[in-house]
């Protein structure tokens, strides 16, 4: 029996989070936040001095992926947060591994193929127990190639950096657009033009913009499309 998964692959800030938490709510799947691993190795790897080297330079493969292989990551669903909470080695991590720093180290762990090797059978694991809705950037090329739905869902840089400013403000945090716009368009440019596991759409997605939408329209869209899929 093989179980039922959903690939909603793409850039940050282009929605993905809101609508894989519909999308698991709804159908009753488990949710791989894909990202969340690849932050709490870029964090770890940060906390272990492994990127102390600056900007681009290369890191210690061989140390990360004995760091990789050292966590044990486990995700639980948080109903008042809307996103899973992330238990490594048994002890819950911090908000901070949301934030965009970690982002960016995470961003730059994602380039080694032994990390992405490492953490791969953990994701495709999720897939055996129940239907999963699994959100990322190779979901649908690497990880679930023979998933049943796939969707690439994207939105302009501009876009992006205008609904993370929205968001900072809301928080009453400090927000400068073209500082956030930079780091957008930083992380992207990394994640499209590494060697291994691309941020790419399948050939068989639905390529979905969401730039002039909202998240209840993204959110109707591609459950239309599920439906299609059959
Ligand atoms: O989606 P999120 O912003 O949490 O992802 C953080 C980073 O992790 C991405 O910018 C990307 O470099 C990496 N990532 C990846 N493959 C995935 C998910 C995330 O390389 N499937």
Redesign the pocket.
Known sequence: LRYPVICIDGP?GAGKGTVTWRLAQTLGYQLLD???L??IVGLKAFEAGLLNVDGEQSIDETALLALTQSLQIVFEPNIDSGRVDIIVNGAKIGEQVRNETV?GY??RV?VYPKVRQALLKLQQDMASQSGLVA?????GTVVFPDADVKVYLTASAKARAERRVAQLLQAGQAADFEAILATIKA?DD??ENRAT?PSKPAEDALVLDSSNLDADAVYELVKKHCQDQG
Not at 135 to 139: K, S, Y
């Open positions: 940050s894909s990202g969340a690849y932050r982002g995470a961003s994602a959100d990322g950037r190779d979901m992380r990394r994640d596991a």
